[in-house]
């Protein structure tokens, strides 16, 4: 069935998908096409900031993607979630605003060879988009659609780990987003008056009724169709049907480090022997795609305290219910507005590091695992990832079919690099909560306990309790000549084809050092820009292929 032929047809109406629709729409001149396999992002839970505990692991608004059995963690698989509705992640996501450091600009710059990523060229793209409650200034920007804002709650056990932060030798920090996020204080989040602020709401709703843009619900792409070496265009499933759009100018892959990967390897883009494994005719030859999986890996430790309420205690009472209920009906505050993690650290697990590797996210609760309820006793988490590992995965197909899951292959800990970091981070936590700060509140380490103590046991329990932060990247990478893995080149455009870009997390190089939404929409905002520029200027020479990449 054909259902049209459209200037640009954007795939994943997720985080990028959402600034990408908006910003090509922007020109009456062109028809956008926004195919989503998701559904619509209209539950209330999607709006409730603490949602997030019924959308994560739900059917309803997450591809409940598993991971492969992992031996960085001791043959665990767990859940990938990545959001099945309109705004992707960033509908489910932990809302924390994090744009990285200034040094992964700069080596993105440095690694394909283009200033235009580095952090004085991507800065102020961070800026055209936000919308921050401090206002405008030499880092943040004012009137965007990305709204910025405080967290509207407190609690008295994170007041006192960020002061044992300070007395371990972490500055006080009150704004991460500056270029160098090394110190502790608390997260700012995407939330407009005390409600989810998600790439749907900022970009994508207050477009949706212009003429020449169409958006596409549970839409899921079959396969890109190619003429010889130029993309013409997208088939796609819908209400039971097969449906075919043609994209005169671009098709514009938005669906993520998991979503990206797999529509090429289905198109028959990709490694060849995993092409042929599967049945799928090899049209072109990009053996990167898929490769390259990075992502934060999380170890939680969990201590019990005493002489404190935390949310343990409050949301195992009905009277604790009802009072975090009536506060946010009312005010729109206190817990019902929470992050996942409110308190956030960042510093150096060892004198060796340059600058802040580690990231802290401290939480004034426990539970056994994300799904279980919160224990019964007041206890606090403290979360600490490797903010640059060196540990490389895989995104995979299983099948030709692309309704069938792609083997996620995340490889935790399979450096010694990210093992030493793993020990580190785990014996810097101790040491923070032994901190005079902490006292009063005896914590009492029982994830993974004290028992663990050698290096060994350490990484033993590292892969006990570690856990993904769902900020996987990288499984299109960007990268100029000489890299014969890299997928798309600076301008974002798959190396020997036409009509084809990739604009999404999956194109990061290396990942970020925190948390990896924002850093999404300014690679959308540039991508966009890209786009209209080379519209603009008549390019649509094929970008080159490497002769190691070629088919």
Request: aromatic share 8%; net charge positive.
């Amino acid at each position: 069935m054909e259902s049209g032929t459209w200037d640009y047809i954007v795939v994943g109406a997720g985080t990028a998908g959402c600034l990408l629709a908006n910003r090509l729409s922007a020109d009456p001149g062109v028809r956008v096409l926004l195919l989503e396999a998701g559904g619509r992002d209209d539950w209330i839970w999607l709006r409730i900031p603490v949602g997030y505990l019924y959308c994560l692991g739900n059917p309803r608004t997450d591809w409940c993607y598993r991971t492969e059995p992992d031996a960085g963690l001791n043959g665990r698989s767990i859940l990938y979630a990545r959001g099945k509705v309109l705004g992707g992640c960033s509908s489910i996501n932990g809302m924390i605003y994090m744009r990285g450091q200034a040094r992964d600009y700069d080596e993105w710059a440095q690694r394909t060879a283009d200033a235009g990523w580095n952090w004085n060229a991507v800065l102020p793209v961070f800026k055209q988009t936000e919308d921050y409650f401090g206002g405008a200034d030499a880092a943040h920007g004012a009137g965007g659609e990305w709204r910025v804002e405080p967290q509207r709650l407190s609690w008295e056990i994170l007041d006192a780990f960020r002061e044992a932060m300070v007395q371990a030798g972490i500055p006080r920090s009150d704004d991460f987003n500056r270029g160098d996020n090394e110190g502790c204080g608390l997260f700012h989040v995407n939330q407009k008056r005390g409600l989810r602020w998600s790439a749907a709401r900022a970009f994508l709703h207050p477009v949706a009724r212009r003429p020449n843009l169409t958006v596409l619900t549970g839409a899921q792409v079959k396969r890109l169709r190619l003429e010889g070496k130029r993309c013409a265009g997208v088939e796609f499933h819908r209400g039971g049907e097969e449906q075919f759009a043609a994209a005169r100018i671009e098709v514009v892959l938005a669906a993520g480090a998991v979503g990206s990967p797999q529509i090429l390897q289905v198109s028959g883009i990709g490694s060849a022997d995993l092409l042929k494994k599967f049945g799928v005719e090899v049209a072109h030859v990009l053996p990167g795609v898929g490769e390259n999986l990075q992502d934060h890996l999380q170890l939680r430790m969990a201590f019990k305290v005493k002489n404190v309420v935390t949310l343990n205690q409050r949301a195992n009472s009905l009277i604790g219910k009802l009072r975090m209920g009536l506060e946010y009906a009312l005010l729109r505050s206190g817990p019902l507005t929470m992050a996942p993690s409110q308190l956030g650290g960042f510093t150096r697990s060892s004198a060796e590091h340059s600058s802040a590797n580690v990231e802290f996210h401290v939480q004034p609760l426990s539970l056994e695992k994300f799904g279980e309820p919160l224990h019964r006793f007041p206890a606090f988490t403290a979360s600490v990832c490797n903010l640059r590992p060196t540990s490389r995965g895989s995104v995979r197909i299983r099948s030709a079919d692309a309704r069938t899951a792609p083997a996620i292959d995340c490889r935790y800990l399979s450096t010694p690099e990210d093992r030493k970091v793993a020990i580190d981070a785990l014996r810097l936590t101790r040491r923070i909560s032994r901190q005079p700060a902490l006292a009063r509140y005896q914590p009492e380490e029982f994830l993974p306990g004290t028992g663990f103590q050698s290096d060994e046991e350490l990484v033993r329990a590292a892969g006990d309790i570690g856990t993904t932060i769902f900020h996987p990247v990288g499984t299109c990478r960007m990268g100029g000549d000489g890299d014969d893995h890299a997928v798309v080149d600076s301008r974002l455009r798959v190396h020997g084809l036409a009509g084809l870009r990739v604009v999404d997390a999956s194109i990061m190089p290396t990942i970020t050092s925190g948390n990896t939404n924002s850093p999404t929409l300014m690679i959308a905002e540039r991508g966009a820009r890209m786009i209209r520029e080379d519209r603009r200027s008549g390019e649509s020479r094929m970008p080159a292929a490497y002769p190691s990449v070629s088919s």
